[in-house]
C-alpha cells in the first residue's frame, strides 16, 4: 500500500470506526514510538493550556461572521537556570491547528489551518489568552461551523515543547484542553498531526493571531490578553 494510501486510511478510520478499532489497527507502531520517546509525566508542565473556546461573530463592519479561537496558558515554572526574574518565562511558543471535516472522504481534501504566536513573556501562575481569527469570507467560502471537527495546541517553552502524553499514550490531565477529544489517544493524535502537517501549509497565513486582525472585537468580552513578540515584522 502506498504511504500516502495508508496514511489516509488511518485517519479514515478515526473518523468513521470506534477509536477501538483505530487503536488495535496503530498499537504496534505507536508502542514503538511511546518506547522510543516516552515523555516522561514526573515533572508538572511548564506552560498548561487551561481552556481553549470558540466563537463565531462579525468583527467591526465586516458582514460575514468571523471564527474566533481563544486559547488560555497559564505558566507554572520557569524552566531555564540562567533566567534573571524567575517569575517570569519568556518567549512562549503557540502552534494551534484546526481541521474542518468536508463532503470528501480523503482526509488530505479537508480544510487545515494552522497559525502560530510567540508569547513575549509570562507571569508564573497568572493566566492569559491568545485568539486566532479565521475571516468571515473564509467561513462563509469554505463553510465552515464556529467549531472544528479536530483541533490541537502545541506549545514550546525555552525550545523545548511541552509533552501533551505520558507514556501510555494518554493525554496528560493538565493538557487535556489542548487537544480535541477525539485525539486524546496519542495513536488518533499522530495520525491526525501527520496529515495535517503536511496540509496545513495549503492555507498559510489564513488563521490569524489576534494582532494580525485590524477590526475591533467588539461583540466579545475578552480575557487579559498576553503580550507578543512580533515576528512578522523584520528589523531592517
Not at 470506534?18 to 487503536?23: E, S
Not at 518565562?89 to 502560530?116: G, H, I, M, P
Not at 489576534?210 to 467588539?218: A, G, K, W
Request: glycine share 4%; aromatic share 8%; net charge positive.
Amino acid at each position: 500500500m502506498p504511504l500516502n494510501k495508508a496514511v489516509h486510511t488511518v485517519l479514515l478510520v478515526l473518523v468513521f470506526f470506534p477509536v477501538g478499532l483505530f487503536a488495535e489497527a496503530t498499537a504496534t507502531q505507536a508502542g514503538n514510538a511511546v518506547a522510543e520517546k516516552a515523555p516522561s509525566t514526573s515533572t508538572k508542565s511548564v506552560i498548561v493550556v487551561k481552556d481553549v473556546k470558540f466563537f463565531q461573530h462579525r468583527l467591526g463592519g465586516q458582514i460575514n461572521p468571523w471564527n474566533r479561537m481563544q486559547v488560555e496558558v497559564v505558566a507554572n515554572s520557569n524552566p531555564d537556570p540562567k533566567a534573571l526574574n524567575k517569575t517570569w518565562v519568556d518567549k512562549v511558543k503557540l502552534t494551534v491547528t484546526q481541521v474542518f471535516k468536508n463532503k470528501s472522504t480523503k482526509a488530505e481534501d479537508w480544510n487545515y489551518y494552522r497559525s502560530s504566536v510567540t508569547i513575549l513573556s509570562l507571569e508564573i501562575n497568572q493566566p492569559r489568552t491568545v485568539s486566532f481569527y479565521l475571516p468571515g469570507d473564509v467561513v462563509k467560502r469554505d463553510n465552515l461551523r464556529k467549531e472544528p471537527d479536530y483541533f490541537f495546541v502545541q506549545v514550546e517553552a525555552a525550545g523545548n515543547e511541552e509533552p501533551l502524553f505520558d507514556a501510555k499514550g494518554n493525554v496528560i490531565a493538565e493538557q487535556s484542553r489542548a487537544i480535541s477529544h477525539d485525539l486524546a489517544q496519542k495513536k488518533n493524535f499522530d495520525g491526525a498531526k501527520d496529515v495535517a502537517d503536511r496540509c496545513a501549509g495549503n492555507n498559510p497565513g489564513v488563521l490569524r493571531p489576534q494582532f494580525l486582525v485590524n477590526y475591533p472585537d467588539v461583540p466579545v468580552v475578552v480575557p487579559p490578553s498576553a503580550e507578543f513578540i512580533r515576528e512578522d515584522l523584520s528589523a531592517k
